[in-house]
C-alpha cells in the first residue's frame, strides 16, 4: 500500500492512496507505481499467506506473517509511523528496496 499522509498508514487499505496485490514468489518482486506527484510517501508490504487480507499476529501482537515498510523502518513497539517511514519523491524514476522480515 501506498500512502501520501499518516491518516491510515501504516494498515488501513481505504486510506491508502494505492493499493496493489500481487502474487508473492521467492527473490525479489517488482512493482511500479507511475505518475506520482512530488512529495512525501510512506510504503507498507505484506506477504498475506492465507489470504484474510491482514496481517495475523500471535497473542502478543508480534505478526507472524511477512511484512516490511519504506525505509525499511521499523517501531519500536509497533510498526513505524508514516513520518520515520516516509520518504521524499522528487524524480520521475525513484528506486526503492524494502526488506521483507518473517
Known amino acids: 500500500m501506498l500512502f501520501h499522509q499518516k491518516e491510515g498508514f501504516p494498515s488501513d487499505h481505504t486510506k ?11 527473490g525479489v518482486l517488482n512493482l ?3 505518475q506520482l506527484p512530488s512529495g512525501a510517501y510512506a510504503i507498507s508490504v505484506m506477504h498475506d499467506e ?3 487480507q491482514k496481517l495475523d499476529a500471535n497473542w502478543m501482537g508480534i ?13 519500536l513497539m ?11 519523491i522528487q524524480r520521475q524514476e525513484e528506486r526503492v528496496t524494502i526488506l521483507m522480515r518473517y
Open 78 to 88: 509497533g510498526p513505524p509511523s508514516f513520518a520515520d517511514a516516509s520518504l521524499s
Open 50 to 52: 492465507n489470504r484474510n
Open 16 to 26: 491508502a492512496m494505492k493499493k496493489v496485490i500481487i502474487p508473492a514468489k521467492k
Open 32 to 34: 511500479q507505481f507511475d
Open 63 to 75: 505478526p507472524k506473517e511477512g511484512y516490511g515498510f519504506s525505509g525499511n523502518k521499523v517501531g
